[in-house]
DNA sequence: CAAAATTTTGCAAATGCTTGTCAACTGGCG
DNA sequence: CGCCAGTTGACAAGCATTTGCAAAATTTTG
């Protein structure tokens, strides 16, 4: 059977970790102790965590980081388009790495897992889709929101 | 050639008004004034409105009106599966009647429309995905981020 | 290597959206 | 028409996030 879709839950791993503090120094960016800490966090980070988890890993680090400092790091990641920022449910906004290939989420609305996964035919169905109306995609976001199904 | 996606931008003029008031009254819920006036203006929209705007539309017909009384029909509608709420690019909610079969969105990027359409395929595929992954879908969001293109 | 130049930080206060509190008000049945 | 639980408007409070500012840290210069 071929698999037109796959789990890809760890695929932030599987991608060669990012060299953030080269990234950002070539960039004119400081690297200062807060970021340093920040972005060894992000770097290590499997899942999909919000700014004050973010701040908590900080602090048992370094306790003397600012939540703010951890707010104006992820805004400055997310406009060099470092990280991704996701609002699911509506809820506070949750980052992951962008470094690893596009996918889409699906969410398990009784414990908030994220699961990782991507369709190149929806990938491509959303073109088609979007080209009909007269638009180019500069970026989609698909959630499936669902529930573990019973084993019966 | 088969269309198998579709526009349907005037999809909530194109199924029957339906009677809020007749609706919420059924359901034990008091027509009071500012919510009649809330109610017409939803079932007026083709739009997708955020708070302030129903706000807005509402103060003109009805002085007295408060925000909080906008915000608290919403959610009531949004609770008994009468209206969606919506929350494009991590902005402030914006809301659209129910009533219409589901669809998803694209977002002018530029301008901020929606424009609304539906993929049977697209629906399809996030079935097989999910049940793939273990899970059955309670709701999903498919959003894309467009441009329009250039006539060249 | 120290001082200047500039960026970044922590803190507190501010913001934007949304919900909670509460006394006053009002639909709608009796 | 009167009652009274459901509603309202006004405003305070709550959350997530951003911002102003003086102090502190980093890079640049001399």
């Given at each position: 059977m071929l698999v037109n879709w796959r789990i890809i839950g760890s695929m932030t791993t599987m991608n060669h970790k990012p060299d953030y503090e080269k990234e950002l120094r070539d960039a004119g960016v400081r690297i200062t102790r807060p970021r340093r800490v920040i972005l060894d966090i992000l770097t290590a980070t499997e899942d999909h965590p919000d700014a004050m988890e973010i701040f908590r890993r900080a602090v048992s680090v370094?306790?003397?980081?600012s939540l703010s400092t951890v707010y104006r790091t992820m805004k400055l990641l997310e406009e060099r388009g470092t990280i991704h920022r996701h609002a699911f449910n509506g809820g506070p906004s949750r980052f992951e790495q962008a470094s690893g290939a596009h996918h889409d989420h699906l969410i398990d609305?009784?414990?908030g897992d994220v699961i990782e996964f991507r369709s190149d035919r929806i990938e491509k169905l959303q073109e088609e889709i979007a080209r009909s109306l007269g638009y180019d995609i500069v970026h989609h976001r698909l959630e499936l929101y669902g529930r573990k199904r019973q084993a019966k």
């Open positions: 370094d306790s003397s980081i609305i009784e414990t």
